[in-house]
């Protein structure tokens, strides 16, 4: 970031001495072609002396010193440009392509992915445009599943609930059987809310009120403790900001909803709430950085990066990415594998299960545990499994 | 921030030795502006007739006002230049650095220009003009270069050299200095062309005229190219009959593509590409492929599978382990409890369920049900 600073402060010197050298040089450029103009209507004056036009001419150029004045100002942009140039280098990677393997990814299935991103993005105009370039055949298959879910996301951007309201309804069976009838309520129950607290602030208490009696009934028993909350609300709707319900005021529950049912939808189409092409892009400029050390290290060494079938060290990318649960046995470093499962020994340590028959040498004596001093034996560790998330 | 860690190389490099360039240019539109000045000295210095002194500042306001107009065109290119140098660094300052667990949305903000910069290379002009003019990126993205690459590549693509020839042309200093083939072959297309409609004459007289000045650089090739006059277009052998096939004209925009990438210190891959094989590699695991898979990791799905094919896979020294039904991360917090039956589940999910169904816990993968009591605290490392 630092870095960035000061490289965009040399950039503002540049641009400053740019337009100071543009136009100093323009002048004194403009200046010598009116001398020389000057001189050339002087000798063809009648009876004018050659030399005298001359040496009066060089005589107001060295005078002016307009020469030097040029010369100075292109010297002073080039050492803003210089300047420029190395806090450029220090900011950033020399080569960016030296991880790259020679590998071209297939650019139709890109293509593809990139319209899927952009229509998921709702960049609806882009995507058509980009569809029609690139040849894509399918476009309408990859648009369809985002349409409806777009028109629903503007309106609640335009604090209309309506809409993803009705969706809701409509989808409530399929809601149900994928996240179960306690995750459906709350999310309807949400939009309720929110529609209550909209109600409230844009028609009043009585309007409000006469929302919460049509539509609260279901979730009595689920939501009842919000339900109390949101009917306290309404004696302090003329300083909601100064209530103990402030944030149920706050503008960022309109962007939560959006965000929520943009999830819910995209659960309900099978696909990922967030862009995968968006989480590959995220997940590679962390691991760049890392990656791109690596490549010129190994390539120091005459390792070969560039072939490995496994990247040679692990990378911290957050929790954000991770998808699955990942165990790597502590003793091997190695990560489990369906023939080579995590095993539970008696004291509660895991270790796969290679690693365990090693230390066991194959026998059914027992053995201790490399992590603390409890004996097991292979009879009683038994295999664990981290179901899928 | 440490030091040159930042990977938006290609972002600065590219308007950054456009700039450099052009101020060099400057100094020889000045180191010029000089040399005219100490013509004018010296012809103070000798006795001249008027008629050449005449003639002498004649030639010195015509030389002026040539280099009154280069140095107009140099500015524009500098102002153009050093304004995107530094919106550039505005952007890139205003994005600032992911913070933690955000990396997802903070490349939302880088995306749309890298986006764009792939459908440029792609040759997708209207996508990526519409897309850097609907975000605003505009001067974040490179669509003047790829303008001026257009024109180009659509005449190679009709089979014609003559635009490719003009920009090699415009270029030729920079072309030598990075070592360009792309005039030479260019040059060896449109003589196979004419041996290809059998104009021998014109074949011969073309590379009289336009071959052999390459002889010392390439003499293989060239000999290799010539004795395709022996041959005719179809033939079986060998190395004439590579000469003579349609993919030539294809190398040869890639061969331009790539030349104008270096011409223009860009790289030779997009970022999307560098982007993707990082990324990939970095998420691919073995379980990205089982048939209950995440369908949040991108290489749960076939196209993304497909994309990662050739590349390797990640390691993991160090375990992960999520909540199936929290998804939240088990450690010494929320430690991983273990069923009877090899399920494991955080501490928090199990108190959850226990507490609203009388200490029972039913795994949700298998429909298993036990007494809390019996499940066993795994230690992790
Ligand atoms: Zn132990």
Known sequence: MENFEV??????????RQRACASKSADSLNKLILEVTEARKQLSAPGAGVSDVFNALEGRLSKGDVVKDIADNTKELHGAVNKLGKAVDKAFVQDIC??????????????????????QQGNFTVGDTFVQEAGIGNAAALKKPYTAMHAVLEQIIARNLEPALRWAKEHQAQLTASNGEAAVHAFEFRLHQLQFLHCLQSSGPAKALEYARANFGPYQESEMAEIQRLMGCLCFVR????????????????????????????????????????????AGSLALPTLLKLATLMAGQNQ?????????????????????????????????????????????????????????????????CPYCPAEATLNNCRAIFFPDI | MTSNDSIETPLLRVPFESLRRTTRERKYVIDEVQSVVSTLHEAST?????????????????????????????????????????????????IGLPEKDEATKWNDKRMDRILADYMLRRGYHRSATQLARERQIEDLVDVHIFAEA??????????DCSAALQWCAQHRTRLRKIRSKLEFTLRIQEFVELVRQERMLEAIAYSRQHLSPWSDLYQADLQRALAALAFRAGTACKP???????????????????????????PLDSQLSIHLQAGLSALKTPQSYSSTSNKEDPLSTEKFQKLAEQLPWSKHVHSKLICAITRDLMNEHNPPMV???GAVYSQKAVQMMAAKNHGIFTCPKTGVSCDVNDLRRAYIS
Not at chain 1, 255 to 262: C, K, P
Not at chain 1, 270 to 275: L, N, P, R, T
Request: aromatic residues 6%; neutral net charge; hydrophobic residues 40%.
């Open chain 1, 98 to 119: 030296a991880a790259l393997r020679p590998v071209q990814l297939d650019e139709g299935i890109l293509d593809q992915v990139i319209a899927e991103h952009l229509y």
């Open chain 2, 150 to 159: 257009h024109a180009i590549l659509e005449g190679l693509a009709r089979q």
């Open chain 2, 46 to 94: 000798r006795p001249c007739s008027r008629d050449e002194g005449e003639k002498t500042l004649d030639g010195v306001l015509q030389r002026l006002e040539g280099l009154k107009r280069k140095l107009h065109e140099t500015t524009k290119v500098e102002e153009v230049e050093a304004r995107r140098c530094k919106a550039r660094l505005e952007h890139l300052v205003s």
């Open chain 2, 339 to 341: 069923l009877p039956n």
């Open chain 1, 7 to 16: 490289a965009l402060k040399e950039a503002e010197k540049v641009a400053k």
């Open chain 1, 239 to 282: 300083r909601p900001g100064a209530s103990p319900y402030a944030d149920l005021m706050a503008p960022s529950l309109w962007s939560d909803v959006a965000r929520e049912f943009s999830r819910q939808c995209c659960g309900l189409l099978g696909q990922a709430c967030e862009s995968p092409l968006l989480v590959a892009v995220a």
């Open chain 2, 240 to 266: 004439y009959a590579a000469l003579f096939e349609e993919g030539a004209w294809k190398e040869l925009a890639e061969l331009f593509r790539k030349d104008l990438y270096r011409l223009h210190s860009m």
């Open chain 1, 304 to 368: 070969d990066f560039l072939t490995c079938n496994q990247l040679p060290v692990e990378l911290e990318l957050g929790r954000q990415f991770v998808f699955h649960s990942v165990f790597a046995c502590p003793v091997s470093r190695e990560q489990s594998t369906p023939d080579n499962s995590p095993m539970l020994l008696p004291c509660g340590h895991v270790l796969c299960k290679v690693s365990l028959q090693k230390i066991a040498k194959g026998t059914v004596r027992p053995f201790k």
